[in-house]
């Protein structure tokens, strides 16, 4: 149980994933999730505080309290993917964007993709300096964050299927809720589906069945399966996207704490192939030329 | 850039102090975690249920789809999107019931449209329709109708 809670993880990954993530934040605000600088103008009436606004007393978001947090956020998301400062920037971005993300779900509706990429941004800023490459650092602090992070993302699955449960009981399984959903927001490739009979009923039980066995991917031992498995996970959000065009991006993000990224160096490969043509050039320079 | 040398990995451990914190920190969060699950609502975020498409919709009932419809004070009519008041069709529909109990509170609609349009004119009307797509069986007949659930106009 120790041993895989804190199973030691190269930090090259970390500084890939760190990379990632921060990179993402930017990209989140502006042309994932726009809707949520709006918010700026929405009048405080509309404001409805979630528990945790009312707990920790946070402020009703102002016009100017929404711009600060959104060119801080931005600043200090882009400073640290470049792996600089890692303890105080990954701070300063995990405290930003939880208050980024009470500004955007303070409004009447609160979405659920959110908490595997919260975790990561939380748990990053724990493991301190890691260089991009370093395949031979093992850390066990790593291997505890990238450990809980894939908890989080898996309980995002598991955990959506006790909601189903919850909320819309065993009934769920042979209701309409993916035919409202086609209706709703479907798209040229999934509006046919509302027509076939028990198709999206069959769907609804493989998603449930997928959901509750999620788990399993934490115990695989082999990095090539585990992988492969996650591959699976990820085309199944190609598959939803393509259906109603919702993707839990951040969900995503956080999920490629599963994968090997330490073997992912774009910069290298494009350095490596340069030299390489290089040297192909010279060698052609260099063979005499019959006069 | 150094090429990867074959060294033998070194290992970082962590001290005991250091697991049991984190043993701690994840076992507090799985339970509000899971605690939220079992009784929380979207109120308790991010530790609420991810109750994400958790509804059981009848094959038979009605699909609601809710829009809304302004008209300016210069008379145009036209289909009030939410980037024009900065809310998402999901958070007028979550606040919907505030809405009903008190349509009064368009106004603060009305007001983040004049935030976001200064320029133009105003809103002298809100609507907030509802379309109703009749299911047979889980499949649309074809039919729909639509009712306004909520009106405002300024006093």
Known sequence: MMNWFFAPVPLGRVAALRTLAYAFVPIDLFLLTPWVLPHKDVPGELYRPLLIGRLLHLPTPSFWLVVGVCVALTGCALVAATGRAPRLLGTAVFVLYFEWMIVAMSYGKVDHDRIGFLVLLAVLPTIGRARWGDTETLSERAGWAMRVTQIAVVCTYFLAAWAKLRFGGIEWLNGATLTRAVLRRGTFLSDWTVQVPFLLVAFQWFIVAFELSSPAVLFIRSERLRTRVVAGFYAFHVMVYGAITIAFWPHLVAMASFLPLERVRPIVWIRTRRQQRAERRQGEVSVPRSP | ?155
Request: glycine residues 12%.
């Open chain 2, 1 to 155: 850039m150094v090429q990867d040398r074959p060294v033998s990995p070194t290992r970082e451990r962590l001290s005991t102090a250091g697991k049991a914190t984190r043993l701690g920190l994840t076992a507090v969060l799985g339970g509000l975690l899971l605690a939220g699950t079992v009784v929380g609502q979207d109120d308790a975020f991010p530790f609420g249920p991810f109750r994400m498409y958790s509804t059981t919709d009848s094959l038979d009932a009605p699909v609601k789809s809710t829009r809304m419809e302004a008209v300016d004070t210069a008379g145009r009519r036209f289909a009030l999107r939410g980037e024009e008041v900065g809310l998402r069709r999901a958070e007028i529909e979550g606040q919907l019931g505030r809405f009903r109990d008190d349509p009064r509170r368009l106004g603060g609609v009305a007001t983040a449209y004049r935030n976001r349009h200064p320029d133009g004119p105003g809103l002298a009307r809100i609507e907030i329709i509802t379309r109703h797509f009749a299911l047979d069986g889980g499949r649309p007949t074809g039919q729909h109708h639509d009712t306004v659930d909520v009106a405002w106009t300024p006093r």
